[in-house]
């Protein structure tokens, strides 16, 4: 009963939809080589804590197309009546299948990808479908007719794009609304350890009234206490088919996260949690979706919102210790 007490719902952009604050990403932690009950337990906690946002992929995995199958088994054992209260995303942009339509942004590659995806998770329409990457070969008035026609036929309710650059963004913008189809939101990668979208992506989707939610806020885990003394096993960098590497937990990285976990510190929070509040301190920041290998990590983000508010010396300490 108390599942929407305590969350932060933020408008994305110009567009009648609003999402928590931080949202849950089913990248790693969700495939087949992962532990059933605990992707179980997360989504559930998830949603119990008013997380309403879930972000999957075609690929994810591994092996990929396994996280929307896995939450798809969620959804039908957990979820089914809640439908309506859940805003589920999925995405395509990635190699998802051998020979030449199984990648990049043809619309061939979009809708059969599409469909497949809403058989995995056993849904009737995704309420997101991202195009996951720009493709410099394909016309850009084709994927987008492909993401505008996803939204008319009912398979999606809105469309979103991820890894844009800023004018990129804003002619795959410009032709949507030619077709009558808004850009509900971009996914950029931003974290205190990846700043580029405060280099005008973030100023031209305020601009536009195109909301935010960023990827990898916890930069893969780099920015929490995982490694502060080397790489433990089972976190995501041990793995085999961890995207994090080991040799991406160098010393120079220990050293500024033990810093920045100084002033997080005083701020009361754990360094994950100042990282993920970090990030919202954007207005036009939407959400930030993270990831997590136990309801655990799923709890101390949510309690993170409990000091969203960061003052003018915190962010300077912050800046010296990123650019030191
Ligand atoms: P994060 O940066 O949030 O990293 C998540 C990892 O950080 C967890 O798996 C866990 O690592 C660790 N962690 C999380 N919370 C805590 C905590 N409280 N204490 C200690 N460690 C913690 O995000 P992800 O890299 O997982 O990405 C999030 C989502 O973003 C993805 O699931 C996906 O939906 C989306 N994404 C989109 C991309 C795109 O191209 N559009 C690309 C990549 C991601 P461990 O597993 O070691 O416990």
Redesign the pocket.
């Known amino acids: 009963m108390s599942r929407y007490d305590r969350m932060t719902y933020r408008r994305s952009g110009a567009s009648g939809v609003m999402l928590p604050l931080v ?7 969700f495939g087949d080589v992962d532990p059933f009950a605990t992707a179980r337990a997360s989504v559930r906690r998830a949603f119990d804590l008013g997380i309403t946002h879930f ?3 075609n690929n ?1 995995g591994p092996p990929p197309g396994t996280a929307e199958k896995n939450f798809g088994k969620i959804l039908k054992r957990d979820l089914a009546g809640h439908r309506d209260e859940l805003i589920i995303s999925t ?1 395509a942009g ?1 190699d998802m299948w051998p020979g030449p339509y199984g990648n990049w942004g043809s619309r061939k590659y979009l809708i059969a990808s599409l469909d497949q995806s809403l058989k995995r998770m056993g849904l009737e329409y995704v309420d997101l479908f ?1 195009h ?2 720009p493709d410099p070969n394909t016309p850009l008035e084709e994927t987008m007719g492909a993401l505008d026609y996803a939204v008319r036929s009912g398979k999606a309710l809105y469309v979103g794009i ?2 844009y650059d800023p004018e990129e963004t804003r002619r795959a913008v410009e032709v949507l609304t030619s077709f009558g189809t808004r850009c509900l939101i971009h ?3 931003y ?1 205190m350890l990846v700043r580029d979208p405060e280099h005008g992506l973030l100023a031209t989707l305020a601009e536009l009234g195109v909301g935010c939610i960023c ?12 490694y502060f003394k080397g790489v433990p096993k ?5 793995k085999p088919h ?3 590497k080991k040799d991406q937990v160098t010393e120079e990285v220990r050293k500024k996260v033990l810093r920045l976990n100084e002033v997080a510190k005083a701020r009361s929070q ?1 360094l ?2 100042m990282a ?1 509040v970090w990030t919202l301190r954007h207005a036009c920041m939407t959400s ?7 309801p ?3 709890e ?2 949510v309690r993170a919102l409990d000091n969203l508010r960061f003052s003018d010396d915190e962010l300077k300490t912050i800046d010296r210790i990123l650019a030191g």
């Open positions: 949202s849950l990403g089913l990248w790693h932690n972000d999957l992929a994810y995405k990635w991202y996951h990457r991820s890894a996914q950029p990668k974290s990827f990898s806020p916890l930069a893969q885990g780099l920015l929490t206490d995982r089972g976190s995501r960098a041990s961890g995207y994090l754990t994950a949690q993920i930030a979706v993270i990831g997590a290998s136990k655990k990590h799923i101390d983000a």
